[in-house]
């Protein structure tokens, strides 16, 4: 069973364009949400995270957005950039010790020049 | 920065034969992890270890063991590898978050 949902599969941009992934968990206990980004033939590398005592972290043209009440949060990206184009998980996980993470399907993000 | 490496970037095998997948980390982490990524399902945990000869089960442990003799060694092996199992492998470790993961191995099982 899928404890984090990620949508959408897919997403084509045009540069300049805002990207928005969304992603919805099941577990309250989940008290850390990092999103990786992996480009072809890399693993995945952490972008940025979010613990949920805070609605928003923006680090430069990425911003996670949280919502504890209906247990969503999304990355926004903004100014998108063909340089961009990777796919990207969100994934969750609880307490700090050993940190198993949880992740949601993917999104295949292409930026267009 | 952490170096996660897997020893082998591609690798195809028979039905039938015994896999062994190895990573190394340089950062002397206590956590290590294997993951499997299959499109349209993400990354799922196979199994991870949280100290040397220790080791958990994750979500599809089913199929696979592993071994962790050295700290900075975590071994997958595919008991006896099955068509199903053809997919890309990730390795990972962290001291506590965020995990840093390996480029990744692409097992083709024919």
């Known amino acids: 069973q899928q404890q984090v949902k990620q949508s959408p599969q897919s997403l084509i941009v045009q540069k300049g364009g805002i990207s928005i992934i969304n992603c919805a968990y099941e577990?309250?206990?989940?008290?850390?949400f990092p999103w990786y980004q992996q480009f072809p033939g890399k693993g995945p590398a952490l972008l940025i995270a979010?613990?949920?005592?805070?609605s928003e972290k923006k680090e430069g043209r990425f911003t996670i957005s949280f919502n504890k009440s209906a247990k969503q949060f999304s990355l926004h990206i903004m100014d998108s950039q063909p340089g961009d184009s990777a796919t990207y998980f969100c994934?969750?996980?609880?307490?700090?010790?050993?940190?198993?993470?949880?992740f949601g399907e993917g999104t295949q993000l292409t930026v267009n020049p | 920065d952490v170096k996660v490496t897997q020893s082998s970037r591609y690798l195809v095998k028979r039905t039938g034969e015994k896999v062994f997948l190895e990573c190394v980390q340089d950062?002397?982490?206590?956590?290590m992890f294997w993951y499997r990524q299959d499109p349209g399902l993400g990354l799922r945990l196979i199994y991870f270890?949280?100290?040397?000869?220790?080791?958990e089960k994750g979500d599809i442990p089913e199929g696979y063991s592993v071994s962790r003799e050295k700290k900075e060694r975590f071994s997958l092996i595919l008991e006896s590898a099955s068509t199903n199992q053809t997919s890309m492998y990730l390795c990972a470790s962290n001291p506590g978050r965020p995990q840093h993961f390996g480029d990744g191995t692409r097992l083709s099982i024919l």
């Open positions: 577990n309250t206990a989940f008290d850390y």
């Open positions: 994934a969750a996980s609880i307490g700090t010790s050993g940190s198993r993470l949880t």
């Open positions: 950062m002397d982490h206590e956590n």
């Open positions: 270890s949280y100290d040397v000869k220790m080791k």
């Open positions: 979010i613990r949920p005592d805070v």
